[in-house]
């Protein structure tokens, strides 16, 4: 039996809201998202001065971000193109004079209509015609763009601000449409890509090595025994369907994404028992992260157990069991969240953590 420490006041950090106000980390929201504070927090307890920290599900780079403010060097890895996207812009370094420059060139554009026979009425019913001509009039003079950064720079702002001037709600694991006063784009835009430039200038970061890329956690692409801190939080067991929220994004900005093979995201298998899926999957990936990680690597992970109709599923109690089997320690548990797990809305089925776990890889 583990012993479980209340955490609750650390509850909030384990959400991406407190990185909406701070500058460069709120370029793009990302619900599924953790917050600076929780990594800050993290390296902390861990005493991390150097050495290599790993984020193997970085999402939009949250993990990175904050070690690159601390000057750790860090490597993330992840799946969703546009949560990679976000990280990859996050991350950078930027000449902010060829991006005033460019914004200068930008704002100049006069309004043109343009084709949108290409977009499917499931996508084009989430905006009002003269902003989706807007988008698309500012996303084809950014994708002229020559310098390949300052092109991502204004391809995330087109991105984000997009979303903002839509009709997209997204409820959960679906996108709803709702009908509402909207900003003008241009204007927000611009707004957007000027506060992102100043973004630049607030955030002070230090001079260290920085690196996110495509990648399965399942199969980590490093050496045996490189890392020395991992800070991570992987998908939590009944929240496996998120990656469909950003179906309109990624259809706008990226080419149509490629047939994902199902089985490339955690516990995604088509047929099978999602709970026996889920943790085969976790259970690779902490077989990867044990070979990964140097003797005496600490890791902090953040889980939520799985609310079904009949039961809770434990997945910080479980994880913890099967990292132990693997060879991790495991230092503590702490609560951050303890809600309800209800059947339809009303009958309680159980209690529902949202747990940080603490292992640390035995030196032998
Ligand atoms: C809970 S989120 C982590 C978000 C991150 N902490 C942040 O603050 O942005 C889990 C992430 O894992 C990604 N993911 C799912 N399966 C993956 C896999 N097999 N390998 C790498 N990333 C994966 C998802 O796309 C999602 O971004």
Do not use: Q
């Amino acid at each position: 039996m583990y012993k479980l420490t209340n955490r609750l006041e650390w509850g909030k950090l384990a959400t991406f809201v407190p990185n909406k106000r701070l500058p460069v980390y709120n370029w793009f929201y990302y619900k599924e998202g953790f917050s600076r504070e929780l990594v800050i927090k993290l390296l902390d307890m861990f005493s991390a001065k150097k050495g290599l920290v790993l984020d193997p599900f970085c999402g939009v780079g949250t993990t990175n971000l904050a070690c690159k403010e601390r000057g750790l060097n860090s490597i993330g890895f992840e799946l969703s193109p546009l949560a990679l996207f976000a990280a990859k812009v996050k991350i950078m370094d930027y000449d902010i004079t060829k991006l005033k420059d460019t914004l200068k060139t930008i704002k100049k554009i006069k309004f043109r209509k343009f084709d949108r026979s290409w977009i499917p009425s499931n996508v084009r019913r989430y905006f009002n015609t003269h902003t989706l001509d807007d988008i698309l009039l500012f996303k084809g003079l950014v994708e002229d763009l020559e310098d390949n950064l300052t092109k991502d720079f204004f391809r995330l702002g087109l991105i984000s601000s997009a979303t903002r001037c839509s009709y997209m709600y997204k409820d959960g694991s679906v996108v709803k449409r709702r009908v509402h006063p909207i900003p003008p784009f241009r204007k927000f835009y611009h707004h957007r890509m000027k506060r992102m430039i100043r973004d630049i200038e607030k955030l002070k970061t230090k001079e260290c090595k920085t690196l996110v890329s495509r990648g399965d956690a399942r199969k980590l692409k490093l050496a045996n025994e490189t890392i020395d801190y991992v800070i991570t939080s992987p998908p939590y067991l009944n929240k496996i369907e998120y990656t469909k929220i950003y179906n309109v994004e990624e259809f706008l900005f990226f080419k149509p994404p490629k047939k994902r093979g199902l089985r490339s995201f955690i516990g995604m298998r088509e047929g099978d028992d999602i709970v026996k899926a889920y943790f085969s999957d976790m259970e690779n990936v902490l077989k990867e992260l044990y070979r990964v990680c140097k003797p005496g690597a600490k890791l902090g992970i953040v889980v939520g157990n799985g609310c079904f109709p009949d039961r809770v599923v434990e997945s910080d109690i479980l994880l913890s069991e099967l990292a132990e089997k693997i060879g991790f320690s495991v230092e503590g548990i702490y609560v951050l969240n303890n809600r309800w797990c209800m059947r339809n809305r009303t009958e309680k089925v159980g209690r529902l953590r949202e747990s940080l776990l603490v292992f640390e890889k035995l030196k032998t």
